[in-house]
């Protein structure tokens, strides 16, 4: 699925992107990127310096734009090569005026996942993320009252990164509670805003294939067909936010 253009932001008619089949909002925009601006992209992430990575447990990732906190991220510069494409995507109006300012960049090998969750209140609630190297399935479950709590608020940076909030109960584990899912090709974009953002789980089964299914709900946009097996390979997304509280004292320490 190559693309033969450069995908303009400006004056974007979102809605031609919307998956229509699932509760609002998603949107995926297949071929985001050209294969160029991926290999990049790609690239940049392995150059950079050892200490910008964090070793977790079944996956690596790097933060970049300030340690997010529920009482203020101290903000510091995204390096020129994030800054472009979170100026592209803050373009689609997403988070009003504002252009998002920090990155996450996550690594899954084959076999890698990451177990449902919901994000924590430190962003504005709306997820942008870009696909590298290789596809993955994004499965969306429905929630039990005590897993999504308005009043929750982070309180270290593991816990900013990503809100894992246990399971209550266990007589409903998230896999029963399964809703649709998502396949996020190379290159492409996704965005996840309203009620999909604030009442449903997510996440990426540890599995070295996926089976395609009547579950995945954006399907038609994505070229794939039912019962075709795909083979993970090593995936990186970049997730593009915005940190809604930062203190006015700002690093100033990428200029390139």
Do not use: C
């Not at 974007?12 to 985001?32: A, M």
């Not at 090569?81 to 990155?103: C, E, M, R, T």
Request: proline content about 6%; charged content about 20%.
């Amino acid at each position: 699925m190559e693309s033969n253009a450069v995908f303009l932001t400006e004056n974007v008619d979102l809605e031609l992107y919307r998956v229509k089949s699932v509760p609002n909002t998603i949107y995926y925009i297949p071929d985001f990127l050209l294969a160029d601006e991926e290999a990049y992209l790609l690239q940049k992430v392995q150059d950079a310096p050892k200490p910008k990575w964090t070793q977790l447990t079944n996956r690596r990732l790097q933060n970049w734009g300030g340690h997010p906190h529920v009482k203020g991220m101290i903000a510091e510069d995204l390096p020129s090569w994030l800054q472009v494409y979170a100026s592209k995507i803050g373009k689609l109006g997403l988070f009003g005026d504002k252009v998002p300012n920090h990155v996450l960049v996550n690594e899954y090998v084959a076999g890698q996942g990451i177990m449902p969750h919901v994000d924590g209140p430190v962003f504005f609630p709306t997820i942008t993320t870009l696909n590298l190297g290789s596809h993955t399935v994004l499965d969306f479950y429905t929630t039990l009252k005590d897993e999504v709590s308005p009043t929750a608020h982070a309180t270290s940076f593991s816990d900013v990164i990503e809100v894992d909030q246990p399971i209550p109960d266990e007589q409903s584990q998230p896999s029963d509670r399964h809703a649709f899912s998502l396949l996020l090709r190379p290159r492409s974009l996704v965005i996840i805003k309203d009620d999909v953002y604030t009442g449903y789980l997510h996440g990426i089964r540890e599995v070295r294939n996926d089976t395609i299914d009547g579950k995945i709900a954006n399907l038609p946009q994505t070229g794939a067909a039912l019962g075709e097996i795909l083979a993970r390979e090593t995936r990186v997304s970049l997730t593009i936010r915005l940190a809604q509280k930062t203190s006015k004292f700002k690093f100033n320490v990428f200029r390139t």
